[in-house]
């Protein structure tokens, strides 16, 4: 902890930029192994969303065929302004149910057309099914639910809560200590539902602003107070308006009649004064303690205090409740569930016991059947997590993790909150929590949590990866997350072997380590370093892409190469716990054929346990990197994944070279002097033109294979490789003279002889390719076609490049193979490519 402070300190606007910080939910799951609270439970969300109409309800529909007339229709579903209609006399027949925009279709309530004197007529689709147009809309309407007027007209059309209720709004608030008791508030923010409310009178103070949902069983309409016997009092401390004016700006009020039409019903409660029961007061929901019914107002309301017997109380915590409230519970519910009670203030002792509290204070507790049933069909499950109002200050909505549960009540811990605030207590119905997501979709500003604990989760020992460079850290600096998931730090060990594939300066250049944090996202870090220290970063990305039997079942994350000019990317999988690191990081160090110790959560201080210091690269594939021959024939099922990986064959040791390549890029020439290391050099494979065209290859090699092409496709394709393969084939020869740059020498394959075929050979089956090869004077390479399953169809994309790196086969050899390809594919072109 106190290692977190120190780091904070040291941070620019450690306390205040933590607003302005990009989060992400989804990383946020990943980085605590979490999940979110389902949709489902959150119902006055669910609510909101909805604009009124619902599957069932009947319209009167203008008939597409005849604009004026009209027919009867059904809403079959529902999706924001969009219903689903089907004319009534298709019974079950779906095929002529339409969409239509309630905003602009021509729609009507049931009686509209009698109304206005419009015509209902039976569509032709049905005309032969309705004999008797009269009848059948006797039969059909009766007892039918039509969708309500006011949803169809005006300004509310189309509409759900959300849109109806906008900044300027008149609503009417009870007041929280009288129940008998309302004023008018107006609506200043609508947040998904949510309302910043503020007291009529107040324009210019915030001092009493209140965020409410707008489905709170104690908020209302214009009138209500009036209409149902209450007083039209505003509240002690702010300033009165003249009732009778409230009641004159009655019609300004913007809200529908039915807005309120899915507010909880309040039942009547059968409490009496003086009951004693246990409480949790919702302006500090944090424990549980005993209170009293204080008063009782009507068969709706009642008053509860919560208990304190200090004689010098300066205020009592009392609110309004009624029978539906929530955090009121009968006597000895805590001891029941395993929570702790906690005893009024003054209070003797701290052993609470509910029998000597009652007998002492003459009190009786209030019967189960008081209580409403709770429920336990709600979805929320301990870990879960969601986003929570901060009762303490209501501006905030906090990311929050569900800690206890115990039955339809949650114990909450609020993240990222400017105070620190002990586990919240809310109903599974409470208006004040909400879904994974709720502020992002409703704009709002969601309390991130802690930057260190989440923002600064990938620490390095000389950087943090984050953006904040140049902030030296010390190694005892760490961070809080899930054991399970949370990588020790992954060391660079630079002094160990590269291999062929990885530069030894830029290895060097790399942090010490990378880590601790989530194991996904410092994986993630150290490959993309990797990939980033390569001599082609696109061949590592290459090398480290997923292969289609995944070894690890771990995460697949999409990582970025940029080469030459042009952007690679492949989903590579890593683990995501930290029991498998170790084993992850040697493999992959195999693969790339380094050092196992090149990289992972062991420091290597002086000499490398592996003794990688005396290997060349012969001697060091011989041991480490030795694998068979990729295939290039189909694949299993059909397909391939992303790219095919291609590699280089082992070739004998070359002596180290500087070359200085100049490229025109723009018109200008810019020179690239590279220090081409002794393992990154291969014979053969020296172009920058024939690695372009390999990777080409091996992208349209990728698509032919897993799409099964048509011959038409497959002809079309190899036309138009034939004639890039005639523009980009260049290959370049090396002079032993270090001073001398590299010249082009042109190869051209000639198909001097014509090839008559007796069949297509995208039919050819493997054995049809070997016993071609071997009419040829490429027979001893038969074996190899043999032994990777090159069909026909595989045979016709074979190019030089792919034939070099894939048969591990010199250029002469290679030529005079591809010399017969060629062969086969003009006779293919000339005689079955129509």
Known sequence: AKGEHQCLASLPDAGSGVEDMEFSWDEYLEDTGAVAAPHGSFKHVDTSLQNGFAPGMKLEVAVKSDQNTYWVATIITTCGQLLLLRYDGYGEDRKADFWCDIMTADLHPIGWCEQNEKVLKVPEGIKDKIPDQEEFLQQV??????????????????????????????????NSRDALEAWIVNVVENVGGRLKMRYEGLEDSDKFDQWIFYLDPFLHQVGWATQNGYNL????????????????????????????KDKPVIGVHSFSEGMKLEAVDPTAPFVISPATVLKVYNEKYFMIEIDD?????????????????????????????????????????????????????????????????????????????????????????????????????LWLQLEGSKKPIPDCIVSVESMNIFPVGWCETNGYQLRPPCKLSFHFRILSSRT??????????NSSDSVVINGKYCCPKIYFNHRCFSGPYLNKGRIAELPQSVGPGNCVLVLKEVLTLLINAAYKPSRVLRELQLDEEAAWHGHGETLKAKYKGKSYRATVEVVRTADRVADFCRKTCIKLECCP??????????????????????????????????RIGRPPGGHSNLEVAMKKPNKRRKKRKHFLFIRKTGGEEEDDQDEVDEESLSEDSTSEQQDELLEESEVSEKKSLSSSPTQSELSHSLTQDQDKRKRKLRTFSFSDDENKPPSPKEIKIEVAEKLQLDSNPLEWSVA???????????????????????????????????????????????????????????????????
């Open 141 to 174: 309407l009766k007892g039918a639910c039509s969708a309500p007027a006011n949803l169809l007209e005006g300004l509310h059309r189309g509409k759900n809560p959300l849109d109806l209720i906008a900044p300027g709004s008149r609503l009417e608030l009870q």
């Open 309 to 409: 017997l200090r004689p010098e109380r300066a205020t009592s915590q009392s609110y309004i409740c009624h029978v539906n409230s929530a955090g009121i519970f009968p006597v000895q519910w805590s001891l029941k569930n395993g929570v702790h009670l906690s005893p009024p203030p003054g209070y003797p002792g701290q052993d609470f016991d509910w029998a000597d509290y009652l007998k002492q204070c003459g009190a009786e507790a209030a019967p189960q059947s008081c209580f409403p049933s709770l429920t336990s069909d709600h979805g929320f499950k301990e870990n879960m997590k969601l986003e929570a109002v901060n009762p303490v200050d209501p501006e905030e909505v906090c990311i929050a993790t569900v800690t206890k549960l115990r039955d339809s009540y």
């Open 768 to 834: 049809d390719v070997v016993r071609f090869l071997k009419s040829t004077d490429c027979a001893p390479l038969a074996r190899i076609f043999l032994d990777q399953e090159i069909d026909g169809q595989a045979l016709l994309l074979l190019t030089l490049p792919t034939v070099q790196e894939c048969m591990d086969l010199k250029l002469g050899p290679a030529i005079k193979l591809c010399h017969h390809i060629e062969r086969v594919k003009l006779a293919f072109y000339q005689q079955f490519a129509n």
């Open 464 to 473: 943090v990866h984050d953006g904040l460079k140049n902030q030296e850290l």
């Open 233 to 260: 009092q505003p509240p002690l401390g702010t300033s009165k308006l003249n009732p009778e004016e409230g009641k004159e700006e009655e019609e300004e009020s913007s809200v529908p009649t039915d807005l309120f």
């Open 597 to 630: 110790n090149l990289f992972g959560p062991q420091m290597v201080l002086d000499k490398c346990s592996e003794n990688c210091s005396v290997l060349t690269k012969t001697k060091y594939t011989h041991y480490y990197g030795k694998r068979k021959n990729k």
